[in-house]
């Protein structure tokens, strides 16, 4: 995924609910997936990863899912709470080397 | 485990001058080291990665003369951004990795040159 512009999408969802984040990558050779929280002048905190050869990997209160075919990548986070609320990107790795590049973000606001 | 530490958290320069930051990875060595700079609502970009004892490799676009790093050992890198101009205010990060899969961040540096 490419950076984009100003503009953060967002999500807002009432605490409690699931919370569904998506991110489309670049690169179908990318051999693993990252999933980061970055809360306002922080830096970002691991979160939840994946490689290629697996389509689903569960966490505590979190799930990426990812599909392939439609190079899609996507979070659920369960029962989200107030703490949830954040910046969320995937960072994709190329097979072919080291580095990470990262989606565009999607801020997350959960209502009380 | 995988403890890093960036500093300054914070920093206000004047125009033409340098900045230092530093990053330690301080429970880990990490043999490469990644930089990005996160400009406001935007996502984070690489500007550059080093492997210690290396020279970094800068990603297009990146002037290697104006950000200069250094990664001397295995837990210090740092970044010098050299004759700061307001343009060059933002956010930057470091990620030391840890092994093939970890890949951790430091909790960044915010650069304003005035």
């Known amino acids: 995924g490419e950076s984009v512009g100003l503009h953060l999408p967002t999500l807002s969802v009432q605490e409690g609910d699931n919370s569904i984040i998506n991110c489309a990558y670049s690169?179908?050779?990318?051999?693993?997936f990252i999933w980061y929280k970055q809360e306002s002048g922080k830096g970002p905190q691991f979160i939840i990863d994946?490689?290629?050869?697996?389509d689903k990997r569960q966490g505590q209160r979190v799930t990426v899912l990812l599909n392939k075919t439609v190079k899609h990548l996507s979070l659920q986070i369960a029962a989200t709470q107030p703490g949830d609320s954040a910046v969320y990107f995937c960072?994709?790795?190329?097979?072919?080397?080291?580095?990470?590049?990262f989606g565009g973000g999607t801020r997350v606001l959960v209502k009380p | 485990g995988a403890v890093v530490s960036q500093h300054p958290s914070w920093v206000i320069c004047k125009s033409g001058t340098s900045v230092k930051i530093e990053c330690r990875s301080l429970?880990?060595?990490?043999?490469?080291m990644f930089w990005y700079r996160q400009f406001p609502k935007q996502s984070l970009m690489l500007m550059a990665t080093?492997?210690?004892?290396?020279?970094?490799?800068?990603e297009q676009g990146v002037e290697k003369d104006k950000f200069l790093i250094n990664h001397a050992s295995l837990t210090l890198s740092t970044l010098t951004v050299t004759s700061a101009h307001p343009e060059d205010s933002s956010f930057y990060i470091c990620?030391?990795?840890?092994?093939?899969?970890?890949?951790?961040f430091g909790s960044g540096t915010r650069l304003t040159v005035v």
């Open positions: 960072a994709e790795r190329w097979a072919a080397g080291n580095k990470l590049t």
């Open positions: 690169n179908s050779a990318s051999d693993y």
């Open positions: 994946i490689r290629s050869n697996m």
């Open positions: 429970d880990f060595q990490a043999t490469t």
């Open positions: 080093s492997n210690e004892g290396s020279k970094a490799t800068y």
């Open positions: 990620s030391p990795q840890q092994g093939a899969y970890g890949y951790t």
